[in-house]
């Protein structure tokens, strides 16, 4: 792995994907916590934002302080299971747009296949933020990262829950210039492209499909 990949082995990301990955642990539950561990990565897959200076008055004196420049993101989630981690990172970006870009696992091939597509109209100058709970195969994240460079943009983040080794190093090869977050990598992928140990289907967790 090298310096573009970023494990955010924080105490509170690892607490909660650890009850993620129990696999009695409820919808409603699973749902809160992608949405929290969402959050708490995009504090640190937003430790680059550029910042200005602005003069403010407080009740005491006047200073200069620092402010976000107003860089311009977008979100875009891997439907379904990149849905839910939309709203976490919202919390922290209230300002961003998303887009929405759909892909299934062909479960038989693995390959994705897009179903759905539809970005902000200025989407190219924006920076954008690619989130899926899951880097498996790698094969649905490196489409969705090829469909933004498509539209012209220049700037891509990759944001999962958990990854397989097999994943990163895809993205690696295939999208060098992209920065991968994760909180976990884990063993390897079973024969049905599933992380082992993982959490399962993020899609059907979350939506409660299974
Ligand atoms: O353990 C897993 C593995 C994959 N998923 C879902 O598949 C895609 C990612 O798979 P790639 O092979 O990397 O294309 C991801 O969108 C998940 O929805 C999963 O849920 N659990
Ligand atoms: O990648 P998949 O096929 O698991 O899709 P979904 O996120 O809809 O579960
Ligand atoms: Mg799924």
Redesign the pocket.
Known sequence: MNENVHVLNHPLLQHKLTILRNENTSTKDFRELVSEIAMLMTYEATRDLPLEEVTVKTPVDTGTFQTLSGKKMAIVP?????LGMVDGVLKMIPAARVGHI??????ATLK?VKYYCKMPADIASRDVLIV?P?LATGG?ASAAITFMKEYGCKHIKLMDVLAAPEGIERIQQEHPDVEIYVAAVDSHLNDHGYIVPGLG????RI?G?K
């Open positions: 891997i439907l379904r299971a990149g759909g892909l299934y696992r062909d479960p994705p899926d899951m649905s289907d993020a899609g059907d939506f499909t």
